[in-house]
């Protein structure tokens, strides 16, 4: 029987549930597209740029590659960019009345009365749902080439051309003039299938499309109603948005505004469209939608003080005042206060630590001239430790927490005193906060499959077994087991610890919460874990427990309002291990057991179930593979 023994140690201040935080990063594969509603890909017409280098080099392929075998590339999200129809000639037209951004496309039918025009295969449509198609489009006037949007004679002409929008079995024909205008079409699916869309003409002429959306009719002011579902049952308490990497290129004035209207803009690090459908607007109704705190990553790399300074005004700022105005005219009268921001990404791509530290004093100056009460984040975690002191004595008086992505226990321990001194030396009340984490992927048992390693960086080579594309130990019960272990970690540091960011929420690998193909949506492993803790976390003080026995972890924490106390248990092994509990009248209120350390979670085939352990007298029987959360209300343990 394994043995616990209660350290006596407690953390002095209690630990919220902002260690239960996830991250969107925007341009980054299928992330936001994932959970948006828009089924159309590359709306406004554009050309889609390549993935970059940097992509295939971090995923650990040596040039670029997609494998559509995968079946957790990006979970099945593939898109598919517009394909022409019929012989045709294809002109990008640039202006500043194209309507969405600055390019329209004009289409020249080089056959007359044959079908010209595009197409776009991927489609899912649902029986019974209803659907939502705009396109926004004309023909080229009279003048023999296009005028700077694309359109041509400005003079209005009566005369109309038929053009034929097919999607699935259901069609639509709109008649377009030389006077650009915008079209809705709502039809309901007569089946479930995978189809395409199709925008076609016969007649001889130019067509110039600027726009089209396709969205299901219900969909929740933008996004997907059973994503919202989703992810009210993992029920992140704090998202970071919009990057990553991708951050330090942002322009956050492109970001809002009409959706088909703004300008579709490069992924700048990460390559590929990104279509500039999710701004801020967008993310704070999500926030909105879900219930979690909203956490800006703004862009100090190609950015300057006084533009944070008006991204505060716009989030913050009464709507009589500066940017706030600005939120009014777009619909948002009310001020969404902001509270959280951290100040870019990867800051030593820039700057030295001491570069980066002044140039966070400056951003922070301005930002609170607009809201003195924001919260700022200085990430120090690109540079050595030892020059954290340094940091601090540059920026400590203008920030409120430090970053750092290491997560490790001895690492956090080390971190911990080097802020307390400089907090006690100098009032302040700087936090520790990680705003990127990933579980550590270590495990005491031999894993199934020999084959699979045991270090979980990615080892991808070109190969059409997906096993070989990118480690399935991401998608795992395992990592998600560690992953709740990490989360344990946390709160083992008590309120020191502030806030912590899963990395990511949607459609990396198996590396998230949620998987979200265009037909369904369903949580992974990590999302199951995330929902366990949602349903019995509680803010509380902790206490690390001492076990004889390798491969178990426990904490015990007692709840801030003094109400009862709870004993976290993990048994990482591969057998079922007997645990003798501390004193207390202990009780089971939720558990998770692995079916398979393996593998992950798909719509259909479940290797997480719920699971409540078998409580004899002073001791519990653990299945392999598992967690729970025990609790005491009358608090015995704790004594």
């Known amino acids: 029987m394994a043995k616990l023994k209660v350290s006596g140690k407690w953390t002095k201040e209690p630990v919220s549930r902002d260690i239960f935080g996830n991250f969107i ?31 295939w080099e971090w995923l650990g392929l040596e040039e670029p590659y997609y494998n559509e075998n995968a079946p957790f590339w990006h979970s099945g999200y ?47 449509l649902q029986a019974g749902r209803e659907y939502r ?23 209005y002409s009566e ?25 809705e079409w709502t039809f309901t699916a007569d089946k479930t299938e995978v189809t395409e869309i199709s925008i076609l003409f016969t007649f001889e002429g130019t067509i110039v499309l600027a726009c089209a959306s396709l969205m299901p ?81 703004f862009n100090m790399m190609t950015s300057y003080p ?18 706030g105005c600005l939120r009014k005219q777009n619909g948002h009268e009310e001020p969404y206060g902001v509270k959280l921001f951290e100040m870019d990404n990867e800051p030593d791509r820039k700057w030295t630590a001491v570069q980066y530290a002044e140039a966070c004093v400056q951003f922070a100056r301005q930002m609170r001239l607009a809201d003195p009460n924001i919260e ?46 400089y907090n006690k030396k100098n009032g302040t009340s700087i936090k520790l906060v990680n705003t990127e984490w990933l579980p550590s992927c270590r495990s005491e048992e031999p894993f199934e499959d020999p084959k699979v390693p045991m270090d979980y960086r990615w080892r991808g080579r070109i190969t059409n077994d997906y096993r070989d594309i990118f480690s399935t130990q991401q998608m795992s019960w395992n990592y998600a087991l560690n992953g709740a272990h990490r989360l344990l970690d946390y709160m083992s540091y008590g309120g020191e610890f502030a806030l912590a960011n899963f990395n990511n929420m949607c459609n990396t690998w198996g590396q998230n919460v949620i998987e979200a193909t265009k037909d369904t949506c369903y949580l992974s492993c990590m999302g199951r874990v995330f929902s366990f803790f949602a349903s019995c976390f509680m803010p509380c003080t902790a206490s690390v427990m001492e076990c004889d026995e390798d491969g178990i972890f426990a904490l015990l924490t007692r ?70 959360c025990l609790i005491d209300e009358g608090k015995t343990a704790a004594e």
């Open 25 to 55: 990063e925007s341009g980054f594969g299928r992330q936001v597209n994932g959970m948006w509603s828009e089924m159309l890909y590359n709306r406004a017409f554009r050309k889609v740029p390549e993935y970059k280098y940097a992509t």
């Open 78 to 124: 593939e898109e598919r960019d517009w394909e022409p129809v019929g012989r045709q000639k294809q002109v990008y037209t640039s202006g500043t009345h194209t309507y969405k951004g600055s390019t329209s496309l004009t289409i020249q039918n080089l056959e007359p009365g044959r079908p010209c025009g595009l197409k776009q295969g991927g489609i899912h």
């Open 133 to 155: 198609l705009t396109l926004f489009a004309g023909v080229k006037g009279n003048l023999k080439s296009a005028g700077l949007n694309g359109f041509g004679n400005p003079d």
């Open 159 to 183: 005369e109309t051309y038929p053009v034929t929008i097919r999607i699935g079995e259901a069609e639509h024909v709109v008649m377009l003039t030389n006077a650009a205008r915008k079209m």
């Open 217 to 297: 009719a219900d969909n929740v002011n933008g996004w997907r109603r059973d994503v919202i579902e989703r992810l009210r049952e993992v029920s992140p308490s704090v998202v970071r948005f919009p990057g990553g990497c991708f951050v330090s290129f942002y322009n956050w004035e492109a970001s809002i505004g009409d959706r088909d209207t703004r300008e579709p803009q490069e992924s700048f690090y990460w390559g590929g469209l990104e279509e500039n459908d999710v701004g801020l607007d967008e993310f704070m109704e999500l926030s909105r939608q879900v219930g979690f705190k909203p956490q800006i990553c």
């Open 306 to 323: 006084f533009k944070a300074r008006q991204l505060v005004e716009y989030l913050n700022a009464p709507a009589d005042v500066g940017m």
């Open 376 to 421: 700022l984040m200085m990430a120090a975690y690109t540079y050595d430790r030892a020059l954290l002191p340094m940091m601090l004595e540059i920026a400590g008086k203008d920030i409120n927490y430090v970053i750092y992505r290491q997560g490790d226990p001895q690492f956090v321990h080390s971190v911990l005193p080097v802020i307390e001194a």
């Open 559 to 628: 709840d801030a309002d003094d109400k009862a106390c709870r004993l976290y248990l993990i048994n990482h092994s591969g057998r079922e291990r007997e645990i003798e509990l501390p004193e207390g009248d202990w009780k089971v209120l939720a558990g998770l057991l692995g079916t398979s350390r393996l593998y992950g979670e798909k719509e259909n085939r479940s290797v997480v179930k719920e699971y409540a352990p078998k409580i004899s007298g002073t001791s519990v029987q653990m299945a392999p593979l598992s967690l729970v």
